[in-house]
C-alpha cells in the first residue's frame, strides 16, 4: 500500500505543476484564450476517510506516445488526457472513492500494464480518457467505447451500462453533441477484468470543440461528468 500513497503526493504536486505550465500558455501557438482558473462546476467537501472502492483512471497515450497532435495549432493529447485524469480523479476523490491512476507523469506505460494495473487492484471500475481526432474537420462530440465481449457476456453488459452512465452525464453537463456508446476492440477495455470504458471527449482536429478543450472550466465539466456517471453507475449496484 506505502508504494500507492507515494505516488499520491507526487500526483497532487504534479497536477499543480502541469496547470501552472497550461495557465502559463502551454500551447502558446494556438488563437485560443488563456487558461484561466475559473470556479468548479460543483462543490464538495472532501470526506476525511475514504473507504469506497477503487477506480483506476488511465490517461491515454504519454511519453514518446503524443496521441493526436499538431504543431500549428500546437497541441498534445498526452498532456490534455493527464490534466482530465487528474481532474476526474480530483472528484471522485471528494465523492469517497480511492482513486489509482495509470500514470501521473509525461510517461510512456505499456498498454498491457494499464489493464494489469486495474486487474492487480481488483479495481470495480475502469475508465481511459482520451481526445478524438478525424480527417474531417467538421468531426466532433463525445463518444463512449466498451468492449463487447462474447466470452464474458456480463462484464459487457456491465461496461456498456457503464458506458451510457458516463455520456449522459458528460452530455448533460457539457452540452456537447452525443456520438453515442459504441463497442471497440480496444486493449484497455478488451484486457480489464472489471466494467470498463474509455471516452474520447471531444475532437482535437474540429477547430470549435479544439477550443472549448482548451479551457479549464470546459474540462472540469467533462470530469465532472465522468466521475458523475461512475458514481451514478455504482450507486445502482
Not at 107 to 114: A, D, H, M, T, Y
Request: proline share 4%.
Amino acid at each position: 500500500m506505502i508504494g500507492w500513497l507515494l505516488p499520491r503526493f507526487v500526483r497532487v504536486n504534479w497536477h499543480r505543476f502541469s496547470l501552472f505550465f497550461l495557465a502559463m500558455g502551454l500551447f502558446t501557438a494556438c488563437s485560443h484564450p488563456r487558461y484561466i482558473e475559473e470556479q468548479e462546476p460543483i462543490a464538495m467537501e472532501m470526506p476525511q476517510f475514504q473507504q469506497g472502492p477503487v477506480i483506476v483512471i488511465d490517461a491515454g497515450h504519454g511519453g514518446k506516445d503524443l496521441g493526436t497532435n499538431s504543431k500549428s495549432p500546437h497541441y498534445e493529447e498526452k498532456i490534455l488526457t493527464l490534466d482530465t485524469a487528474f481532474l476526474v480523479e480530483h472528484y471522485l476523490q471528494r465523492m469517497g472513492y480511492r482513486t489509482v491512476l495509470t500514470r501521473t507523469e509525461d510517461v510512456s506505460i505499456p498498454l498491457e500494464k494499464r489493464s494489469s494495473i486495474a486487474n492487480d487492484l481488483g479495481s470495480k471500475v475502469f475508465v481511459s480518457v482520451h481526445y478524438n481526432s478525424a480527417p474531417s474537420a467538421q468531426a466532433h462530440g463525445i463518444e463512449v467505447f466498451y468492449f463487447n465481449s462474447e466470452k464474458n457476456r456480463g462484464r459487457a453488459r456491465e461496461s456498456k451500462v457503464l458506458a451510457q452512465q458516463v455520456l449522459n452525464q458528460v452530455i448533460d453537463v457539457t452540452k456537447a453533441k452525443s456520438r453515442g456508446v459504441k463497442h471497440g476492440n480496444l486493449s484497455v477495455v478488451r484486457e480489464t477484468a472489471m466494467p470498463a470504458v474509455l471516452i474520447e471527449g471531444g475532437f482535437l482536429t474540429n477547430s470549435g470543440e479544439r477550443q472549448k478543450i482548451f479551457q479549464t472550466n470546459y474540462r472540469r465539466q467533462l470530469a465532472w461528468g465522468v466521475a458523475s456517471g461512475i458514481d451514478k453507475y455504482l450507486k445502482g449496484h
